[in-house]
């Protein structure tokens, strides 16, 4: 069965500084790769998704993705991070011979400092 | 843009009442999702619905859960004999595709008293 992990729960950084996301899956083969955000009180809004070809994804808001096969890794990135931009994030995955559903990891709060 | 959309916003129910969570999916979808997501915790799978049948389902997805879509446009999740744990932010998707990009509706919060 897949799974995801998100090891980081909390994650602060200064508004402008760079920011990575780390996302781990467990799959046994590649699977289908996403990123939401979720501000408080909202729903979730796709930031990016990987299905396949170019191991490097753009997404909304200036947010990229890479896929690491090799690391089992999906994480996000941003080089400048806007105030704006805190919010929870959820790295999702999907299994796409045999499952219509996404799991989710657990999440990571992005804590933006002035 | 097109958008899914949720009613009620926030729901509060007395414990054993039954509650139906409704959703409006993006038009020409044709895979419709609930997930729910209990405070603090991490967004989980119920079921999944598509050409008017559950294509899967959750454990948590017993049978005090039921979905419907009763016309062409609404999709409903039904929960019979709400429990305090039932408590959560119910969350409608829905995509083009299996496993393609899910545009998700801004949720219901569910308060179970």
């Known amino acids: 069965a897949q799974s995801v992990t998100q090891p980081d729960i909390h994650i602060t950084v200064s508004e402008g500084a760079s920011l990575e996301l780390r996302c781990n899956y467990s799959y046994g083969a590649t699977p289908y790769l996403f990123w939401y955000v979720q501000s408080p009180g909202q729903g979730l809004q796709l930031l990016l998704k990987y299905f396949s070809g170019d191991t490097l994804v753009q997404g909304i808001k200036g947010f990229e993705a890479e896929f690491k096969r090799s690391q089992s890794s999906f994480n996000l990135r941003k080089p400048s991070v806007h105030w704006s931009d805190a919010a929870e994030y959820f790295c999702?995955?999907?299994?796409?011979?045999?499952?219509?559903?996404?799991?989710f990891g657990s999440g990571t709060r992005l804590l933006v400092r002035p | 843009e097109p958008e899914v959309t949720q009613t009620p916003s926030h729901q509060v129910t007395q414990m054993g009442q039954e509650v139906i969570l409704r959703c409006v999916p993006i038009?020409?979808?044709?895979?419709f999702y609930w997930y729910r997501q209990i405070l603090g915790q991490k967004v989980e799978f119920l079921v999944s619905?598509?050409?008017?049948?559950?294509?899967?389902k959750s454990e948590i997805f017993d049978d005090q859960f039921s979905v419907e879509r009763p016309d062409g446009s609404n999709f409903t999740l039904k929960i019979r004999s709400t429990k305090l744990e039932d408590s959560a932010m119910y969350f409608c998707a829905s995509s083009d595709r299996r496993l393609a990009e899910a545009f998700f509706g801004q949720g219901t919060r569910l308060t179970v008293v």
């Open positions: 999702a995955v999907g299994a796409p011979d045999s499952s219509y559903k996404l799991i």
């Open positions: 038009s020409n979808h044709l895979y």
């Open positions: 619905f598509y050409n008017n049948e559950i294509s899967e």
